[in-house]
Structures are given as C-alpha cells and as structure tokens.
C-alpha cells in the first residue's frame, strides 16, 4: 500500500499526527501493530490478507494517547470499532484520523468519524456463512446438547483474557473479572468459572460487537467464542432492527422501545 | 425420599412487584412457600449476573418481576430491563441453560392474586422439571476444587 506509507509520512513529516497505528511484518509470516512516530518508521507499513488484529483495541490505551494525535490505518471491521468507540466518548476527532482501507484495498482518508460512518453504513454487517451453518446446527440442538457443547468447547479456556486484550470493545480498566469484592467471576479454569465468564462477555458486548473475530483469533486454544457474540448479533437484528455502530443513534443496549416485542414476560 | 421441592428465587422491584407480594400475604391468599424474595429499588437493577448467581447457589428456577410497563417509579427501567432481558434469555438459551426454569412477569401493587399464581405456577413447573443437576453438577465442583485444592 504505497499510498497509505505515502500519506502517513507526509503525516508525521507535517506533525498532523504523532503516531500512524498501522501493520508491520512480525516473526513466523505473521503481522503485527505498527507504531510509527517517525516518518521514517512509515516506511514499514503494509497491508495483506494476513492483516486481522483489529487496532482500534490500542486507541483507547492511555500509553497510546499519550502520544498525542492518532492517526489509525482502518479496515472496515476497524472502522466499525472506531465509531462505537466515538460514541462511547472513547476516541473522538481532536485525538483520531481515520485511513480507511476499502474492502477493494484502497486508501480514503476521511475528515472525521461522522464521514467514516456515513461510509460504514453502505455496508451490512453480515455474518459469514460458514458461521451461520454452525449457529444453525446449534439451534437445532436440545438445550441439553448444547449446554454439553459449550461445556465442552469452553473446558480449555484457561482465562488468559487474550480474547480480551484483542477486543476494541474491552477497554475498561476494570474489568468484571477483576472485582472480588465479591468475586463475580470464579478465577479458576473450571466449568463454572469459564461459563460465567464468557457468558458475562457475550453480553457486555450485545449491541457493540463489530463482529471482527479479533477475539476468535486471538484466543490461543481456538475457542469458538465468537459465536457466542454472533448469536447476540443476530438477536439485535431480529429484535431491534439490527445493530450498526452509531456516533448520532442512541447504543442498542441503553436505549428501548416503549412496544420492544416480547413473547415471555407473563 | 421426600418429594423434591424446587427452591425458587424472585428477584423484584420494590414499588410493584414486592408491594405486590405484600398485598398477597395481608389478603391471606396462601402460596408455595418456596420463593425466597430479593428486592431491588427497580427491574433496571436487576443485573443478569445476580440471576447467574442465584443458579450456582442452587436456586432450580428464578422469577423476575417488577412494574407494568409505563408503570416503572422510574418512568424506564422496566423498558431498558425488558430489552436486556430479551437478550438475556436468548443468550441463556444459546448457552444450553433451561430458560424454562426462568420466569419473568410483571405484577402491579395491586395484583396480589397474580403473583400467588406466577409462584405456584412457576413451583410446579419447576417441581416438574426436578432439581436442576445439570446446572448444580457444574456449580459444585469449584467449591470443591477452590477450598479442598
Ligand atoms: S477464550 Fe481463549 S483467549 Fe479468551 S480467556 Fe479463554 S483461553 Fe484466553
Ligand atoms: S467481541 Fe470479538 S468480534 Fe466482537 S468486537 Fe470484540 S474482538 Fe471483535
Ligand atoms: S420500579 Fe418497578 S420496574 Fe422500575
């Protein structure tokens, strides 16, 4: 991506920005984040296939905003990330510049985040359908198959909260897992404990999940845990209209509607 | 061995369902006197991880309860509970937990009747359904583990 080096260069070179958060090469064919606080250092940027950590989980780091102007090479699953970030008050335009990646692999540089979205919004998030093969099979399950399923799947999870790290979503510095007066979550690598603890994840991410799988990668013991996040996608759509990141609509999990439909509450 | 009876925890808000409950006891109308009743100043407060909780400590089936719509003291928080609730339930049954063994009702101040009847209702179902082992075989090994090494 000449254009993209290109243009961070010019960035820096003009001090518009501190630090262009980009990819590099890392060790054994893999790529990692990018830091570039000197023109220079542009110079390494690239961008491939192999490119899925979402960077928009390091724009909320206080170590990385402490460098001043941010600007933030962003694929559409980033930019996703970035614009429920603004609406979180996270991130906003003083601090971000958006270098947006199009899904045909060029370069926008956008003038704030009300244009990144006005851009994401072409585009549905769509779950992939090897994806939705598998949620189906899991609907067709008895609950008891797929409480096994999950016991099963989530037994290994020894709570190294890599899935954690990755998501942009997980910013908080004080994390549910983390209060043990009282102790929410069990610590231990046990059934108990990795059930409350993903089910806990799931749902502070209902309604902001951008649906990037930056967890699912992350997790070094391939956890399908994303599905858990996906299934919760797909409730927003069937319930309230779907969910799409927003700087100007209210966030899907803090708002209602007074005739929100239900078919339980007796 | 004694017939098995289900112990059920409802989680209430305090202006409705709880003054509800009240009405329920000063009208002398018997019910099952399984429910353990939790108070909450609202449904909004009723975090999904209190309901979690009430699962590993045994419960076999949650009832959660508060105000009318339009009729929460705080004007929303039975809207915002509700659509949190949607999610929730969904979750659980994704997750393989019998969302069967979790009710949710809303029950005014002045529906003392209602709420006997979601307590026996939701006691017989649950006494249908028999202890949730499943859930408790998973609940019970940390303890173990965590205190015994
Ligand atoms: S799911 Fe994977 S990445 Fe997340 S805490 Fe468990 S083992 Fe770590
Ligand atoms: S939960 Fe996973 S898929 Fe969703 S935003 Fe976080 S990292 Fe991306
Ligand atoms: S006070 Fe009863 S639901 Fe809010």
Not at chain 1, 106 to 120: G, Y
Not at chain 2, 55 to 79: A, L, Q, R, W
Request: proline share 4%.
């Amino acid at each position: 991506m000449d254009e993209l080096r290109k243009r961070a260069k010019e960035l820096l070179e003009a001090g518009t920005v501190k630090v262009v958060i980009g990819y590099e090469n890392g060790t054994a064919g893999r790529t990692r984040a990018l830091f570039a606080e000197e023109p220079k250092a542009a110079e390494k940027l690239i961008f491939d296939s192999r490119c899925i950590m979402n960077l928009a989980s390091y724009i909320t780091k206080a170590e990385v905003k402490a460098k001043g102007k941010m600007a933030i090479a962003a694929t559409l699953p980033v930019m996703r990330a970035i614009i429920q970030l603004a609406s979180e008050f996270q991130v906003s335009d003083n601090n971000l510049l958006v270098l947006g990646i199009t899904p045909e692999s060029t370069m926008i540089e956008f003038k704030d985040i009300a244009e990144v979205e006005a851009f994401v919004h072409k585009y549905e998030i769509e779950i992939e359908a090897k994806y939705s093969e598998k949620l189906e099979k899991l609907n067709k399950m008895t609950p008891s198959e797929r409480w096994n399923f999950w016991i099963e799947e989530l037994s290994p999870c020894f709570k190294c909260y890599a899935c954690r790290a990755a998501c942009p979503m997980c910013y908080c510095h004080k994390c549910t897992v983390e209060f043990n007066q009282p102790q929410w979550i069990p610590v231990p690598s046990h059934d108990l404990g990795n059930l409350e603890w993903h089910m806990m994840r799931a749902i502070h991410l209902a309604g902001r999940c951008v649906d990037c799988d930056a967890c699912y990668n992350a997790c070094p013991l391939g956890i399908p845990l994303n599905l858990l996040t996906k299934r919760m996608l797909i409730d927003a759509k069937e319930h309230f209209g779907g969910y799409q990141p927003s700087i100007k609509a209210d966030h899907l999990m803090s708002t209602y509607k007074p005739d929100d439909k239900d078919n339980f509450i007796m | 061995m004694a017939e098995f009876e289900p112990k059920i925890v409802a989680f209430v808000c305090n202006w409705c369902t709880y003054a509800g409950a009240d009405l329920t006891g000063t009208s002398r109308i018997k019910y099952a006197s399984n429910v353990r009743i939790v108070r909450f100043p609202c449904t909004g407060r009723i975090d999904y991880m209190l309901l979690i909780k009430a699962f590993d400590e045994g419960t076999d089936g949650i009832i959660v309860s508060g105000c009318h719509p339009n009729d929460c003291h705080y004007t929303s928080g039975n809207f915002h509970a509700r659509r949190r609730w949607i999610m929730f339930r969904s979750l659980c049954d994704f997750m393989g937990i019998d969302i069967r063994r979790i009710k949710f009702s809303w029950v005014s101040a002045a529906e003392g009747a209602k709420w006997a009847n979601i307590v026996n209702s939701t006691v017989t179902a649950v006494r249908e359904l028999g202890p949730y082992d499943e859930y408790k075989k998973v609940a019970k090994k940390p303890v173990k583990e965590v205190i015994h090494g």
